[in-house]
């Protein structure tokens, strides 16, 4: 079993074998700005788990097959892929592609809701809170065909505080127009950030009012 790794933004840092060091298992197939793909074949059954709970991964995918890049294969494995995650039982599933390869004629959302429509036929979508993603990332000269589930695949943000806009001071130097210094005071609002102008304290005034 393969699996491809997203990494949170903040951890472009970690090295592949920081990476293996805290799994304890696996190989490097691959690894690239952001992702990687181990092989875990030699890891114990729990590994997959294991590595979702690693502050810094986003993203837990299998890969299923590395493919040329024509439409019709794609439909073909991708198809394949999702009977044999519903495999009769009831559940729903959504497409996510990721365009690695940017001269790629359709973008990330025109290729996955083609996909998806044509999936449509054999599954019930949930764009919201999917059982199953089928996955896809286009690259130069291939398809990558992965899936995951929802807890593999969820976006987990316990490494940032959820109160971590409660310690943020914004200090803007400089607004000049009074348009500007209310637009600065509405965001910190929302945001709940503190924000501290400086510039004239007329234009502030004159913004509170306003």
Aim: charged share 30%.
């Amino acid at each position: 079993m393969k699996a491809l790794i997203t990494l949170e933004p903040y951890a472009r840092s970690i090295k592949p074998y920081d990476l293996l060091a805290r799994i304890n298992c696996g190989q490097i197939v691959e690894w690239g700005r952001g992702k990687c793909i181990i092989d875990l074949s030699n890891c114990s059954p729990n590994i997959l788990t294991v590595i979702r709970d690693l502050d810094y991964v986003a993203h837990v995918s299998m890969v299923d097959q590395i493919i040329s890049r024509d439409l019709n294969t794609l439909f073909t494995v991708a198809k394949e892929v999702l009977l044999s995650l519903i495999n009769n039982r009831d559940g729903a599933f959504k497409v996510v592609v990721r365009r690695m390869d940017k001269k790629y004629s359709m973008t990330s959302i025109e290729l996955a809701k083609k996909l998806g429509e044509y999936l449509a036929q054999y599954a019930r979508v949930d764009l919201e809170d999917p059982d199953y993603i089928v996955y896809v990332e286009v690259r130069e000269d291939s398809f990558v065909v992965a899936h995951s589930t929802r807890d593999l695949f969820r976006k987990r943000r316990e490494a940032i505080p959820s109160d971590w806009m409660n310690r943020v001071v914004s200090i803007v130097e400089g607004p000049r127009e009074v348009y500007e210094a209310m637009d600065l005071i509405q965001l910190s609002h929302a945001l709940g950030i503190e924000v501290r102008l400086i510039t004239n304290p007329l234009l502030i005034d004159r913004a509170l009012k306003a």
